[in-house]
């Protein structure tokens, strides 16, 4: 075999690693299609309600997984997101009632919910950055802090129900949609186009030369966890607008979903690689499994079992991937 025939083989089977989420995400659209037709007779995709619902269940845990794209980027990790999405969550509804619960109180309570959560993602960066903590570590002590402000601000872990008029618009129909549509393309461009998504790729790639090449990589880093902690913010601001409630417990299960999301989408936990559009097909994986197990009446805990079956997958494609990379 000649070198030539080597190479394209090399070339067709690192670009079929690459694709693999599309065709995945291709290969599970076409599955649930057919058992709905076969089964009951009718589409499973080609219905406004079905998109509906399996964007919306997309677009929470999508919000944690844009921040935490640039994080794992890095090769960190933010184990805090889920909680600091609760806490956020309860602190919107809360500020906004002791304001007056108008528009302008609204405003002044996602103000004030963006602020708790920068300074958590701050205080997980400086761990993490100056202090050399482990991502790890240092997140899941923020984790633990922002559960337990989350429950105390809700009052012995009570829910904060809300109705302002403003807030249910936000949380109406297709808006949390397009609220995460505009900020994943405003990230996309952040990623692709800046010396920001530049320093965060560099920095993953190779931290020292990072440094050498002139980054500040420790102020770099605290700025990539603030990021996370406020997409987590604007998650749980987007939670109290659906539910016209906020839980301190609302992201609790959106952890593992943001991570999956990300590496699924074709992101190495090992840093330096990763993008957007990647992290929205895994999020969309995630979401059409966990509504098409429902859609054709399997019990939902199966879910569970099939996302983790998905990320343990994903892993061992991108450890192949790699492979092909230093063969080649």
């Known amino acids: 075999m000649?070198?030539?025939?080597?190479?394209?083989?090399?070339?067709?089977?690192?670009?079929?690693?690459?694709?693999?989420?599309?065709?995945?995400?291709?290969?599970?659209?076409?599955?649930?299609?057919?058992?709905?037709?076969?089964e009951v007779g009718r589409t499973f995709l080609f219905s406004s309600y079905n998109i509906q619902a399996i964007l919306l269940a997309a677009s929470a845990p999508l919000l944690l997984a844009l921040g935490q794209t640039f994080v794992i980027i890095t090769s960190g990790i933010d184990l805090s997101v889920g909680f600091v999405m609760g806490l956020a969550a309860v602190v919107v509804a809360q500020i906004t009632l002791l304001s007056g619960n108008t528009e302008i109180a609204l405003l002044i309570g996602i103000i004030v919910t963006l602020l708790v959560c920068a300074v958590s993602g701050w205080i997980s960066g400086t761990l993490v950055a100056r202090l050399g903590v482990p991502a790890f570590i240092g997140t899941l002590g923020m984790y633990g802090v922002a559960r337990g402000a989350g429950f105390l601000s809700?009052?012995?872990?009570?829910?904060?129900?809300?109705?302002?008029?403003?807030?249910?618009?936000?949380?109406?129909g297709w808006m949390p949609v397009i609220v995460t549509g505009i900020l994943l393309l405003m990230l996309h461009f952040v990623l692709s186009q800046t010396k920001f998504g530049q320093y965060t790729y560099a920095i993953g790639g190779n931290l020292q030369s990072a440094a050498r090449a002139g980054i500040d990589v420790k102020r770099h880093l605290i700025k990539i966890y603030i990021l996370s902690a406020l997409f987590a913010g604007v998650g749980g601001i987007v939670y109290t607008a659906r539910y016209a409630a906020g839980a301190a417990n609302a992201g609790e299960s959106m952890l593992l979903d943001s991570i999956a999301a990300v590496v699924i989408g074709g992101a190495s936990l090992f840093g330096g690689t990763g993008n957007v559009v990647g992290t929205l097909i895994g999020a969309l994986i995630i979401a059409v499994i966990q509504f098409g197990l429902i859609f054709i009446d399997i019990d939902a805990f199966w879910q569970f079992i099939a996302v983790g079956v998905v990320i343990i997958l994903s892993v061992l494609i991108d450890q192949y991937k790699d492979r092909l990379l230093r063969g080649a």
């Open 2 to 38: 000649t070198d030539h025939t080597v190479d394209d083989k090399l070339g067709r089977l690192a670009l079929l690693t690459k694709l693999w989420p599309w065709l995945f995400l291709l290969a599970l659209i076409v599955f649930f299609e057919a058992w709905a037709q076969i």
């Open 154 to 172: 809700a009052g012995s872990g009570m829910t904060i129900s809300i109705d302002n008029p403003l807030l249910e618009w936000l949380g109406t």
